[in-house]
């Protein structure tokens, strides 16, 4: 039972963080057309705001634009879920998906152009909201939203990881890669969009149901749903509330945020209350407990510090408590009594489902679900004088609200004895600390070993010491990200370390669950994901040696004699805008080609004799090609001197040529060292701009 539980808790923990990847760009485009709703508000801003001035024209065409994500959130999804799906090549899976997805929606307005009577579908109506119908980039389609998105995206992820490096005969190279993949898709859709001609009209009318059953579940359903979105944070799987609420047709077509914006110019010329305007926005009230509930969290733990630690626990709740507040960012707060308490955490999450359940009560309705940003731009400033009282009341009761979280935390801190931040014996460190704190914290053991000079970055620091206390390289089987937490499924779960040693290198906490893991990383965590992705990739033995500071230890040496120069510099568009991938070409000064490191011979070029292809120890293809256009000489002056399948050293010989028939023949002789797989290697370094020795300078290092 254990088993499946884990594997359901791995994949829920991958999808989660697949479905976060478009969710970050939300923030900025809604507070933008907010925004710009304002500014074109005659009653804020007088007749300069009036339709037809130059300043309404601005903010016309500004507002315009911030609605793209909103406006093509199928797409937005389809594109970007299968990043986090993904094992290799994210970026081609993101193209293959876009397409797949217009497949998809091409069959289906097909199949129902001409028999969309069987399905029961009217598709001669326009389309628009209550037809079913949607337009999909100009695509007439059903109205699937982000829901059909996410699906036909999981699918085209799991066909890139199925079918991407599938071996096909070199007579169809032409059709390997990104073109098998969409060749699968292609037969895969035909009966996909057929399946859905049947289904997806009774979807909707189930989800039409569902969303009735929500609009008249009244306090306790805005009380449950804020509950189940709080209580869910720990485990990682709360997107799977709020995105259908927020952003998807869970409880209005289109998600709370869109409708709410799209209607905002309505509900600020209207005295009617609030709730009555708008009962869906009583789900998007969850972010109250950020503005005033967490304030009184931080005031209780503070309280509770011993006094010659309340400057320094200050000092850590101060600015965790304001980013809760203006931002809605509140994990780095919550996992501060999160993992000393869980009780706390569980108290926390009934005292904001009580908070929104209570201002849903006294009236209010909107689109509360960030921080203080968000109630100034998309509430209270355009609505404020039409709904003035509400939002009175409002602050009125979050503030009772903050006491009330000051006196329970205190209370259960003292009673509990817990030890929150500044309550710690004197020998124990804190936590939560600073930025500067950890550096210092870090430095005397980081700088053992790192090189002599070499600048040391807290990033490289985190994820070498989370690698570690994960179990190493072999223990991670997957890594995911979503905004703050770096996202992990291991082998292995009794090899990771406890909870403290990943606080003690800079964490916010550590989430257990099975086999899935959850590092509380912070912001950072996107860099911090690329840094430990590229631990992995290294072998093994180089993963656990590789000082501070540094990408990876491996290195490539030159493949000739010669000046080294960047790929972007080589006279060919294909190798210079870099459609065979990343790496650096050497202007030969010899006419050999040796080894850059031990590898296997995957390719030669048995006709022209120009090209030899790599496989490297940490997994690295590379693709060494002497001279431009070179293949037009059908081997004239050139020696092969490997075979395919052949086993070489670094600086083994592999090709001789002759410079000057190349040139006699008005071709270049720069000879490219492209690492086709340059994707998988974001920390890929190039070394240019010297004089390189075949076989013993390096020019690329990992």
Request: proline share 4%; charged share 15%; net charge negative.
């Amino acid at each position: 039972m254990s088993l499946s539980k884990d594997v359901f808790m791995q994949n829920m923990q991958r999808f989660g963080g697949a479905m976060y990847t478009p969710v970050i760009l939300f923030a900025f485009f809604g507070l933008t057309v907010a925004v710009s709703i304002v500014c074109k508000n005659p009653g804020l801003f007088g007749s300069i705001a009036d339709k037809g001035t130059l300043w309404y024209d601005f903010w016309y065409i500004v507002e315009q634009g911030a609605w793209t994500v909103f406006a093509q959130m199928p797409i937005l999804f389809a594109i970007a879920v299968p990043i986090g799906f993904a094992k290799k090549e994210p970026a081609r899976c993101a193209m293959e998906s876009f397409v797949i997805y217009m497949l998809f929606n091409y069959f289906i307005s097909a199949i129902l152009t001409l028999h969309g009577s069987a399905f029961g579908v009217d598709f001669t109506q326009p389309a628009g909201a209550g037809t079913g119908l949607a337009m999909i980039a100009n695509v007439k389609t059903l109205d699937m939203g982000m829901l059909g998105a996410i699906f036909i995206a999981c699918c085209t992820a799991y066909l890139h990881n199925r079918f991407y490096d599938t071996n096909i005969p070199d007579w169809l190279g032409i059709f390997k890669g990104p073109a098998f993949v969409v060749a699968v898709g292609f037969a895969v859709m035909i009966p996909m969009a057929l399946v859905f001609c049947f289904v997806w009209p009774m979807v909707q009318h189930a989800i039409e149901q569902f969303q009735f059953f929500l609009k008249t579940s009244g306090i306790v359903g805005v009380w449950a749903y804020t509950f189940s979105e709080k209580i869910l944070l720990p485990a990682g799987l709360h997107h799977f509330i709020y995105l259908p609420f927020i952003f998807g047709p869970a409880i209005v077509d289109g998600g709370i945020q869109a409708y709410w914006l799209g209607h905002i110019n309505d509900f600020m010329t209207s005295a009617q209350s609030l709730r009555e305007l708008f009962p869906e926005g009583g789900f998007a009230l969850h972010g109250s407990g950020k503005v005033f509930g967490l304030p009184g969290a931080a005031l209780a733990i503070y309280a509770c510090a011993k006094p010659e630690k309340r400057k320094k626990t200050a000092a850590l709740l101060i600015p965790a408590t304001v980013t809760a507040m203006l931002c809605g960012i509140t994990e780095p707060l919550e996992f501060t009594f999160l993992f000393v308490a869980p009780l706390l955490f569980a108290v926390h999450a009934v005292l904001s489902a009580t908070l929104s359940a209570t201002l849903y009560a006294i009236g209010l309705s909107g689109n509360f679900g960030g921080g203080l940003i968000d109630a100034f731009v998309q509430n209270w400033i355009p609505l404020f004088s039409y709904h003035y009282t509400t939002y009175i009341l409002q602050i009125a009761v979050g503030l009772c609200f903050t006491a009330i979280y000051f006196f329970v935390f205190r209370w259960l801190i003292r009673f509990k004895d817990y030890k929150t931040p500044g309550r710690t014996d004197d020998d124990v460190e804190d936590k939560l600390f600073t930025k500067a704190d950890y550096k210092a914290k870090q430095a005397n053991g980081a700088a053992a070993d790192a090189a002599p000079g070499m600048k040391l970055d807290e990033r490289d620091i985190k994820a070498k010491a989370f690698l570690e206390g994960l179990g190493g390289s072999a223990n991670i089987k997957d890594v995911t990200n979503c905004a703050t937490r770096l996202r992990v499924t291991v082998n292995d779960p009794d090899l990771v370390q406890p909870i403290a040693v990943f606080t003690q290198a800079g964490a916010h906490g550590l989430v257990r669950n099975g086999h899935a893991f959850q590092v509380i990383v912070g912001l950072s965590v996107p860099q911090v994901r690329e840094r430990f992705e590229a631990l992995l990739t290294a072998p093994a033995s180089d993963a656990t040696e590789i000082a501070v500071g540094t990408e990876k230890s491996l290195a490539f040496a030159a493949v000739a004699d010669g000046k080294v120069i960047d790929m972007s510099e080589v006279k060919d568009e294909m190798f210079s805008q870099k459609m065979m991938g990343d790496g650096v070409a050497v202007e030969p000064t010899g006419g050999l080609v040796v080894a850059p490191a031990d590898a296997e011979v995957t390719m030669v070029m048995e006709d022209s004799l120009h090209a030899v292809g790599l496989r490297l120890a940490n997994g690295a293809e590379m693709l060494i090609h002497i001279g431009v256009d070179t293949v037009k000489l059908g081997g004239k002056g050139f020696e092969l001197l490997v075979h395919a399948g052949d086993k070489v050293a670094q600086g083994a010989p592999l090709v001789k040529f002759d410079r000057a028939t190349i040139k006699e023949a008005g071709y270049q002789d720069t000879v490219i060292m492209a690492v086709t797989n340059s994707g998988e290697y974001p920390l890929m370094k190039k070394h240019t701009g010297m004089t390189a020795e075949a076989g013993k300078t390096d020019v690329l290092t990992f």
